[in-house]
């Protein structure tokens, strides 16, 4: 079958890419969109498959994406979701439009067209500019069906069988990607909280940098749950376990136990250890696979002498990200003078730090829970940030922030969901997430820091700055994505800046 004509193709992704959930510019129109490289992966006759990759400016900013296109005459009512539009196949001069129409769909939904991706890695093929790799001494089963996760994310992934998850990076960035260079160095190092990979898919283009990352097929970890989830679950067990003040019933208390408020975060009436569902033995357990996997990162990538003048410069970087998104959210703005002195303290008291290669956009979703321990996933560093920055070392603290914050999320999430409610009912759960929230990031700190992780007590400035910076971070992200989720992190600024 021909490939699409592609000026309609180009007309048509103009309205479906926005309204994808990893299209990373929702918040501005696009002023341009072109079909950068289209490469034939099966040739049909019916269905087809395309590897397309796509340009799209908005403004000043220009970004890449990639989409696995097919093309059937008729569409089956299961793949219907997919659904790019109708097209006519190119005619012979690939411009005009010739034949019926055809329907064009994202194919990562088509377990018969995404089946020959594993097989190409499993064989090295390599398809015009497209290198399907097998990751070295480990084997790739062949054969298996793909089904898509149906979890909200910033790329798209296919379980194929249970054996392998493949993770097909939406917005391509030049080089290799941070997420396959780090779980590939960790998973060679025999890391026990990586998933192993087993294969990639990469693309040659020809820019400096080396060949650009398509897509990670990773060990499927099938009876794993992920941290969000848990976390979730406990807390919502915490706002439904009845009213005790922690004083000894119920078989607390936890108020003097290991997890009850170290490194400043005494809690005191609710108690929230003494629930059912309590997380911080799994938190404390968490906080001590993270230094493992940064003892692991420093040793696969090297420690790097920070002086104090580039520890200056990362606070007033913060400060610009502080500035930028204060200018676009309002909500944010009466917390733009605590939030930069913050900053300022970091700068006004900076010294030379040790500097490594870290997690980057690390919190509950990006953990999961196998019958052994603890996995981390999704090595990427945060999407809006720039390659450089996502590659750049950085202090490990800034992980241990992202953790922390994502365990007020958990509790404001939860919060959140509960509509409303008469006054003391609102106050007796504000009571609750706080201590869940002290509870739970006391015991990650713990846990971190007894794993041999650089004590976040002995470097409360940094923790607290890093720990700001996530929550602009977070707020920005929120706008852009899911508006309805923005007083999540907006509700934690009060206690933060405190
Ligand atoms: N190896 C794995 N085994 C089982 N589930 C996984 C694995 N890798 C990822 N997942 C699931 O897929 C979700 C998204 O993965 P992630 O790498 O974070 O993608 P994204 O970069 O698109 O957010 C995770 O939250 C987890 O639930
Ligand atoms: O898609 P990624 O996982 O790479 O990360 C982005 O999306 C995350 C949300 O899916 C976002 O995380 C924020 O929400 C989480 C709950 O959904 C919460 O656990 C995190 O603590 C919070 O930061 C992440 O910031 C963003 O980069």
């Not at 398509?214 to 009213?243: K, M, N």
């Not at 230094?291 to 990362?314: C, I, S």
Request: hydrophobic content about 40%.
């Amino acid at each position: 079958m021909a490939p699409p004509d592609p000026t309609a193709l180009v007309r048509l992704l103009s309205g479906w890419l926005p309204r994808q959930r990893w299209f990373g510019g929702k918040d501005r129109p696009i002023g341009a969109l072109s079909i950068a490289a289209a490469t034939e992966l099966l040739p049909g006759p019916d269905p087809s498959l395309h590897h397309l990759v796509v340009d799209v400016r908005q403004g000043a900013v220009a970004s890449r994406y990639q989409l696995l296109l097919g093309v059937r005459a008729d569409l089956p009512a299961h793949l219907r979701p997919g659904e790019i539009g109708p097209v006519a196949p190119a005619g012979p001069d690939c411009r005009g439009p010739a034949g019926p129409a055809l329907h064009a769909y994202d194919a990562a939904y088509d377990p018969e067209l995404t089946r020959p991706l594993l097989a190409h890695m499993a064989a090295g093929a390599e398809v015009g500019p497209l290198r399907f790799r097998r990751a070295p001494n480990r084997t790739i089963e062949t054969g298996l069906s793909a089904v898509p996760m149906s979890a909200e994310q910033s790329n798209t992934s296919l379980v194929f069988g249970d054996a392998y998850i493949c993770k097909l990076f939406r917005r391509l960035t030049p080089g290799v990607s941070p997420d396959l260079e780090v779980s590939f160095a960790l998973s060679e190092a025999h890391c026990a909280h990586v998933p192993a990979v087993h294969g990639w898919i990469e693309m040659e283009t020809g820019e400096a940098g080396g060949p650009v990352t398509l897509a990670l097929l990773s060990e499927y970890l099938r009876t794993a749950t992920d941290g969000w989830q848990l976390a979730l679950t406990s807390v919502r067990d915490w706002f439904a376990s009845p009213a005790h003040t922690g004083d000894g019933h119920r078989g607390g208390p936890h108020s003097g136990g290991p997890y009850s408020g170290t490194g400043g975060e005494a809690f005191t009436g609710a108690d929230a250890g003494a629930a059912g569902g309590d997380f911080a033995a799994e938190a404390g357990r968490l906080g001590a696979a993270t230094a493992t996997v940064h003892h692991d990162l420093a040793k696969a990538f090297g420690v790097t002498r920070v002086p104090a003048a580039d520890v200056r410069a990362m606070a007033r970087g913060m400060r610009r990200q502080l500035d930028e998104v204060g200018g676009a959210v309002p909500e944010l703005r009466p917390y733009v003078p605590a939030i930069g002195a913050a900053f300022e303290e970091v700068e006004a008291g900076a010294e030379d730090l040790l500097f490594q290669r870290v997690h980057g956009d690390y919190h509950l979703g990006q953990v999961l829970r196998t019958g052994t321990g603890w996995v981390l996933l999704d090595f990427e560093g945060e999407p809006a940030r720039t390659p450089a920055e996502r590659r750049a070392p950085s202090h490990p603290l800034r992980d241990v922030a992202g953790m922390l914050r994502s365990f007020e999320y958990a509790a404001r999430f939860m919060l959140a969901g509960n509509g409303d409610l008469p006054p003391d009912a609102e106050r007796d759960l504000e009571a609750r997430a706080r201590a869940w929230t002290a509870r739970n990031r006391a015991a990650f700190r713990g846990g971190y820091a007894a794993a041999g992780g650089p004590d976040p007590a002995g470097h409360a400035a940094l923790l607290r700055a890093f720990e700001l910076d996530k929550a602009v971070y977070e707020i920005r992200y929120e706008a852009r994505n899911r508006p309805s989720w923005l007083p999540v992190p907006l509700r934690s600024l009060a206690d933060l800046v405190r």
